[in-house]
């Protein structure tokens, strides 16, 4: 069974139109939503949680429709995003115990734990905490009431390369406990070290719904000098990008094949920009 199935999630803007967008998540796996600024990565977050209301489509956590059983869901999500704001001057330790009557299933030890790990004073207010910090505070709390899906919009945005690496540490022993993860991220390399898939997502439409290994394997990285690529070449690609000395142009692999191409496996980060500056052009 899907910890998470999306069905033709839509949600229209006058400006921006998210879907039809559609997913499932298998437990105790960490998915990487990745996609450029303003492609709808939030949006899909939110408008699956209710934070906003979608146009069409359907949603079910744990086999259970989201619309009839809101409340039951969300005592099983932990969710963070990186807009929330808390009472800037009232002691966290105060925040955190406030936010553990709304659940059931509070973990103090778990709660104290994280709080260790993190480095965080309890004496503290929200307006003496730097914005990594608030970032760790925000896990602390979606972390301690035994979440069984995380559901996290960059949270390592902010963070300094020591804390972006110890909470992908934090990720990867959640997932060995059985905790399915999904979470929203414009930093590729956090993937390479925690992911087991990625959803990427340009201009509101899903591109790619695979494992990182399979996204990557579809394509070929090449390099031309001044001279660019040939015309042959040129009609097959699927992203060029600027370089010092030249250019650097995306293709599929079969493309890349066929025209004998010496190519390379692009990374993640490298594959995502080059196929952004095509659909640009």
């Keep these: 069974m899907s910890i998470l199935s999306v069905r033709g999630l839509v949600k229209k803007y006058p400006a921006f139109t998210l879907g039809p967008v559609s997913f499932d998540l298998e437990p105790g796996r960490i998915t990487g939503f990745i996609g450029r600024n303003g492609a709808g ?4 977050l939110k408008s699956m949680l209710g934070f906003v209301h979608p146009d069409a489509g359907d949603v079910e956590f744990f086999g259970l429709g989201f619309k009839d059983h809101e409340a039951a869901i969300k ?3 932990g969710f963070v995003s990186g807009g ?18 709304f659940y059931a299933n509070w973990d103090a030890g778990a709660y104290s734990g ?18 990594g910090m ?13 979440a069984e899906l995380l559901v996290l919009d960059e949270p390592t945005s902010g ?65 031309a000098g001044p001279q660019g690529f040939a015309p042959e070449q040129e009609k097959a690609l699927a992203g060029l990008r600027r370089t010092r000395d030249g250019a650097s142009g995306l293709f599929r692999k079969s493309d890349a094949e066929a025209l004998g191409l010496a190519c390379e496996k692009p990374s993640l980060e490298s594959a995502m920009v080059h196929l952004e500056k095509e659909f640009q052009s």
Excluded: N, W
Excluded at 41 to 44: A, D, F, L, N, P
Excluded at 84 to 101: E, F, L, M, N, R
Excluded at 187 to 216: N, Q, V
């Design 41 to 44: 990565k939030t949006t899909t």
């Design 75 to 77: 005592s099983r999500i």
């Design 84 to 101: 929330v704001d808390y009472y800037s001057q009232k002691k966290i330790k105060t925040i955190a115990s406030v936010t553990a009557g």
């Design 114 to 131: 994280l709080m260790d790990r993190f480095r965080l004073d309890p004496e503290k207010t929200p307006a003496q905490l730097s914005e």
């Design 134 to 146: 608030k970032v760790k505070f925000s896990l602390c709390l979606a972390l301690s009431h035994k």
């Design 159 to 223: 963070l300094d390369p020591v804390s972006r690496d110890e909470l992908l540490d934090v990720f990867l022993d959640l997932k060995a406990s059985g905790v399915t993860i999904l979470f929203s991220t414009h930093i590729t390399s956090d993937l390479d070290k925690c992911a087991d898939r990625i959803l990427y997502i340009r201009s509101g439409r899903l591109l790619a719904d695979s494992t990182i290994e399979g996204f990557l394997d579809e394509y070929r990285l090449a390099v």
